[in-house]
């Protein structure tokens, strides 16, 4: 069974952000690593290739400057190999265009199951799932906490508020996957040294078949009209216990209407 | 020349400092305070294949060398869980077993190590510190067995090893009048094996111990490499041993800085950051040359062992690494706590409990005096005191 997994490599959360002043865009500059949300898929995926007993882990991922260090990472955990599809044509897409993308270039992999996270760390629309599931025309499970495969149908535990509700869908399909979905192990020293020969495949937007017209700054329907710093978080309200603490705590709890 | 750390290099410590974050220096310093060990992460981080990254891919191991291991040993310390026991298990044993044991030992022994179990080393005695010449602990040869007869001192994790490998005197070379050296694999719950802890003021899992050897029978095939030649297989281990005694050193010393400079940028008392002071920020950024300067040494000497350099001058990097090493983390621990005024003493801000560590990596594995004399000898061509 091949998995196709997508994967976004991000600047170093660990490392303070900048966003360029006149495109409103976060610089990509400096240390880049494989999302972490997008870790869980990869481990998922060897997973289910190794249980299916054959197929591979295949990641696609769009990035500028050809970056793939975060792509040696999941490649070193264990994937086969990748698609990097990096185009200065592409700076300044928006979801749709991306999830454009991304979609073209599955479709060169032959995918059985398509893998994504639920969300980007840097980014955080969430929306690309969902449409690259549209644009393949592909069923779509969101927010797995569980994932098996039976024969040609996907079997998933669909995290909700409440618990989660068990959904099957017939292969091929795209499922995004939470966090809770499986533990991703770290990239072994011999996987390290392994991703060095294993191939990342790179491609430019006319490859896919796409017009630059469509996608970037000239293809985006989205804008960003303003950025604002995040409001500081308020200091908490400190509670002397003068003998009514916990009476007062209820009270407070009540007025948040959470009890 | 190449001075920037490879993909590869970067990849393996963020796994690795991925991984003992998880742990992180309250971890250490609970189970260091409780008596209790580290098991958990050592053994992730075995199971992992980070403990045998220099090991031979042939007996388990990553197929690395002791750059790889230098990255793990101190990504692990700068996370704050400074682990002595890879310089002893996965430096120096391995190295010197990969080297000098024969196919059987190989495969007896270093698929476990590579895996993570422990193997400890006991060379130093209490009339032989420094000097391994006078190494009175001695191995008789008794038909199949060999007798093992005397007493070693400050051997650490003794209590949570598997094996040791015990440097012993087999003979005196008649023209020297030195001791001739042999080195045996020793199961730590050998009959006639006595130990008794050192009570120390370091703050780590590892615990110290003497050993007193009343006759231990050690099979003939436990004896590793050739009878009499151990003096010179020990020092291929002891290269490995400086250079990732050296890395915790720096480990301590990233580990510290970090927590400094988070401290200097946030604590506020007379309306600006106290990193705004340069009191403050100047002892930081002297603290971090120093360390960048012996972390660069450290990944020289790392490279010409790797890359079978010459003894002397691959000896020479490691002595010059361990020293700049321990000094460059004793400056950026004294440096942090400093800048944390009274807190650097709080527990809670986990720096003051590493001192007794740090300090000791002046001492051991090789003495700030010793590294001085084969400087001052072995490079400048100046005579011998001893």
């Given at each position: 069974?091949?998995?196709?997994?997508?994967?976004?490599?991000?600047?170093?959360?660990?490392?303070?952000?900048?966003?360029?002043?006149?495109?409103?865009?976060?610089?990509?500059?400096?240390?880049?690593?494989?999302d972490?949300?997008?870790?869980?898929?990869?481990?998922?995926?060897?997973?289910?290739?190794?249980?299916?007993?054959?197929?591979?882990?295949?990641?696609?991922?769009?990035?500028?400057?050809n970056?793939?260090?975060?792509?040696?990472?999941?490649?070193?955990?264990?994937?086969?190999?990748?698609?990097?599809?990096?185009d200065?044509?592409?700076?300044?897409?928006?979801?749709?265009?991306?999830?454009?993308?991304?979609?073209?270039?599955?479709?060169?992999?032959?995918?059985?199951?398509?893998?994504?996270?639920?969300?980007?760390?840097?980014?955080?629309?969430?929306?690309?799932?969902?449409?690259?599931?549209?644009?393949?025309?592909?069923?779509?499970?969101?927010?797995?906490?569980h994932?098996?495969?039976?024969?040609?149908?996907v079997?998933?535990?669909?995290?909700?508020?409440?618990?989660?509700?068990?959904?099957?869908?017939?292969?091929?399909?795209?499922?995004?996957?939470?966090?809770?979905?499986?533990?991703?192990?770290?990239?072994?020293?011999?996987?390290?040294?392994?991703a060095?020969?294993?191939?990342?495949?790179?491609?430019?937007?006319?490859?896919?078949?796409?017009?630059?017209?469509?996608?970037?700054?000239?293809?985006?329907?989205?804008?960003?009209?303003?950025?604002?710093?995040?409001?500081?978080?308020?200091?908490?309200?400190?509670?002397?216990?003068?003998?009514?603490?916990?009476?007062?705590?209820?009270?407070?709890?009540?007025?948040?209407?959470?009890? | 020349?190449?001075?920037?750390?490879?993909?590869?290099?970067?990849?393996?410590?963020?796994?690795?400092?991925?991984?003992?974050?998880?742990?992180?220096?309250?971890?250490?310093?609970?189970?260091a305070?409780?008596?209790?060990?580290?098991?958990?992460?050592?053994?992730?981080?075995?199971?992992?294949?980070?403990?045998?990254?220099g090991?031979?891919?042939?007996?388990?191991?990553?197929?690395?060398?002791i750059?790889?291991?230098?990255?793990?040993?101190?990504?692990?310390?700068?996370?704050?869980?400074?682990?002595?026991?890879?310089?002893?298990?996965?430096?120096?044993?391995?190295?010197?077993?990969?080297?000098?044991?024969?196919?059987?030992?190989k495969?007896?022994?270093?698929?476990?190590?590579?895996?993570g179990?422990?193997?400890?080393?006991a060379?130093?005695?209490?009339?032989?510190?420094?000097?391994?010449h006078?190494?009175?602990?001695?191995?008789?040869?008794?038909?199949?067995?060999?007798?093992?007869?005397?007493?070693?001192?400050?051997?650490?994790?003794?209590?949570?090893?598997?094996?040791?490998?015990?440097?012993?005197?087999?003979?005196?070379?008649?023209?020297?009048?030195?001791?001739?050296?042999?080195?045996f694999?020793?199961?730590?719950?050998?009959?006639?094996?006595?130990?008794?802890?050192?009570?120390?003021?370091?703050?780590?899992?590892?615990?110290?111990?003497?050993?007193?050897?009343?006759?231990?029978?050690?099979?003939?095939?436990?004896?590793?490499?050739?009878?009499?030649?151990?003096?010179?297989?020990?020092?291929?281990?002891?290269?490995?041993?400086?250079?990732?005694?050296?890395?915790?050193?720096?480990?301590?010393?990233?580990?510290?800085?970090?927590?400094?400079?988070?401290?200097?940028?946030?604590?506020?008392?007379?309306?600006?950051?106290?990193?705004?002071?340069?009191?403050?920020?100047?002892?930081?950024?002297?603290?971090?040359?120093?360390?960048?300067?012996?972390?660069?040494?450290?990944?020289?000497?790392?490279?010409?062992?790797?890359?079978?350099?010459?003894?002397?001058v691959?000896?020479?990097?490691?002595?010059?690494?361990?020293?700049?090493?321990?000094?460059?983390?004793?400056?950026?621990?004294?440096?942090?706590?400093?800048?944390?005024?009274g807190?650097?003493?709080?527990?809670?801000?986990?720096?003051?409990?590493?001192?007794?560590?740090?300090?000791?990596?002046?001492?051991?594995?090789?003495?700030?005096?010793?590294?001085?004399?084969?400087?001052?000898?072995?490079?400048?061509?100046?005579?011998?005191?001893?």
């Open positions: 069974m091949n998995v196709v997994v997508c994967v976004k490599q991000i600047p170093d959360p660990a490392t303070p952000g900048e966003l360029d002043a006149s495109t409103k865009t976060l610089r990509r500059s400096g240390s880049i690593i494989l972490d949300s997008d870790a869980y898929g990869v481990e998922m995926g060897l997973q289910l290739a190794d249980k299916a007993g054959g197929g591979e882990v295949i990641l696609v991922s769009m990035a500028p400057n970056e793939n260090k975060g792509l040696r990472t999941a490649l070193a955990m264990g994937a086969a190999k990748a698609l990097l599809i990096s200065e044509a592409l700076a300044g897409s928006d979801a749709l265009s991306t999830a454009k993308v991304l979609a073209k270039a599955i479709e060169r992999a032959d995918a059985d199951l398509i893998l994504t996270a639920t969300e980007s760390t840097d980014g955080y629309t969430g929306t690309i799932p969902a449409q690259v599931a549209e644009l393949l025309g592909l069923p779509m499970v969101t927010f797995a906490k994932i098996e495969v039976d024969g040609d149908r079997k998933v535990q669909r995290q909700t508020e409440a618990g989660y509700d068990e959904v099957e869908s017939p292969l091929p399909a795209v499922v995004s996957v939470t966090a809770g979905v499986v533990e991703p192990r770290y990239p072994s020293f011999k996987g390290i040294m392994a060095k020969g294993k191939p990342v495949d790179e491609l430019k937007v006319a490859d896919l078949g796409l017009d630059a017209g469509q996608v970037g700054w000239a293809g985006a329907r989205q804008e960003i009209a303003d950025v604002s710093a995040a409001e500081e978080r308020k200091a908490g309200e400190i509670v002397e216990d003068e003998g009514d603490g916990a009476e007062r705590i209820v009270a407070f709890l009540e007025q948040l209407k959470v009890i | 020349m190449e001075f920037s750390e490879s993909a590869e290099h970067q990849m393996l410590r963020r796994a690795v400092g991925d991984l003992t974050a998880k742990y992180g220096h309250e971890y250490f310093l609970e189970r305070r409780s008596g209790g060990k580290t098991t958990e992460l050592w053994n992730e981080l075995g199971r992992n294949g980070f403990l045998g990254v090991l031979p891919e042939e007996y388990g191991g990553g197929g690395g060398g750059s790889e291991l230098a990255v793990v040993c101190e990504e692990v310390a700068a996370q704050g869980c400074p682990l002595l026991l890879i310089l002893v298990s996965a430096a120096i044993c391995a190295e010197v077993i990969t080297r000098f044991g024969n196919e059987d030992q495969r007896a022994w270093l698929p476990g190590l590579a895996r179990d422990k193997m400890v080393f060379i130093t005695e209490p009339d032989a510190g420094s000097n391994s006078k190494v009175a602990t001695t191995a008789t040869r008794d038909g199949d067995v060999y007798r093992l007869r005397g007493t070693k001192t400050y051997i650490s994790g003794v209590d949570e090893a598997d094996r040791m490998l015990v440097v012993t005197r087999t003979g005196v070379d008649e023209i020297t009048g030195h001791a001739q050296l042999s080195l694999v020793v199961d730590t719950d050998a009959p006639r094996l006595e130990r008794t802890l050192i009570p120390t003021e370091i703050t780590a899992p590892e615990r110290q111990f003497q050993l007193f050897f009343e006759d231990v029978e050690v099979p003939a095939d436990r004896l590793v490499g050739e009878e009499g030649a151990g003096l010179r297989q020990v020092f291929f281990g002891l290269n490995p041993e400086r250079i990732t005694g050296a890395c915790i050193s720096t480990g301590i010393g990233r580990y510290a800085l970090a927590k400094a400079a988070a401290y200097a940028r946030e604590r506020s008392v007379w309306g600006v950051p106290i990193g705004t002071h340069q009191g403050v920020s100047h002892p930081l950024a002297t603290a971090k040359i120093e360390l960048e300067l012996a972390r660069l040494m450290t990944t020289k000497a790392a490279w010409l062992h790797d890359h079978d350099a010459d003894r002397n691959a000896g020479e990097a490691a002595n010059m690494a361990k020293y700049a090493a321990a000094e460059a983390g004793l400056h950026c621990l004294d440096a942090a706590i400093q800048t944390h005024g807190n650097g003493m709080a527990s809670e801000y986990g720096l003051a409990d590493l001192w007794g560590l740090a300090r000791l990596l002046r001492i051991a594995p090789v003495s700030r005096e010793m590294v001085l004399n084969f400087v001052a000898q072995q490079t400048l061509g100046l005579p011998k005191s001893y």
